[in-house]
């Protein structure tokens, strides 16, 4: 190994070592050869540059899904809303609805979007306490959602094997 690179774990210098092991058994560890102090002063200003553009567009992404949710719980709400408000007018003998309207995929998406939209204002809320804040509330969410996920997709596989075999 030439003396022209050092390998760092971190923000460590391993210059002052002689007889360094082999590069490529530190690459596959994830350390990296840096030229000099002042590369790797470089290397550090690049990544906090990167770290900082990555929280800015976590923001970003999750502003949006707030906007999204609102969005569509608000769709869904005025939806519902008109469906209930008009679904007993007749007018010519006719209704506006057909006969067998079904209402519970929409009331399905409106609890999703409002449960999104609470796990949202969560979520950004956080972010006036910091980022890391905002990190642990989404983790928790996204860890509860999947969570919920799952336990949702047992109880709807069950219900329709016991509707498949009562009916």
């Known amino acids: 190994m030439s003396n022209q690179h050092q390998y760092h774990p971190a923000p460590i210098l391993l210059s002052s070592r ?25 290397l550090h200003r690049k990544d906090s540059n990167l770290k900082r553009n990555i929280r800015i567009l976590k923001l970003i992404a999750r502003v949006l899904t707030l906007l999204l949710s609102v969005y569509t719980t608000y769709s869904e709400t005025l ?31 409106l609890s999703i979007s409002v449960a999104t939209v609470i796990a949202s204002l969560i979520t950004v809320g956080m972010y ?36 498949y075999r009562v009916g």
């Open 18 to 42: 002689p007889n360094s092991p082999d590069p490529k058994q530190f690459a596959s560890l994830g350390y990296y050869p840096v030229s000099s102090a002042q590369h790797l002063e470089t």
């Open 79 to 109: 939806t519902l809303d008109k469906y209930l408000t008009t679904r007993r007018i007749i007018i010519n003998g006719r209704n506006a609805w057909a006969a067998q309207t079904k209402i519970w995929p929409t009331a399905l998406l």
């Open 128 to 163: 006036l306490r910091g980022v890391k804040q905002a990190n642990k509330a989404s983790d928790t969410v996204g860890t509860a959602t999947s969570v919920g996920g799952a336990v949702a997709n047992m109880i709807i596989w069950i219900s329709t094997a016991v509707a």
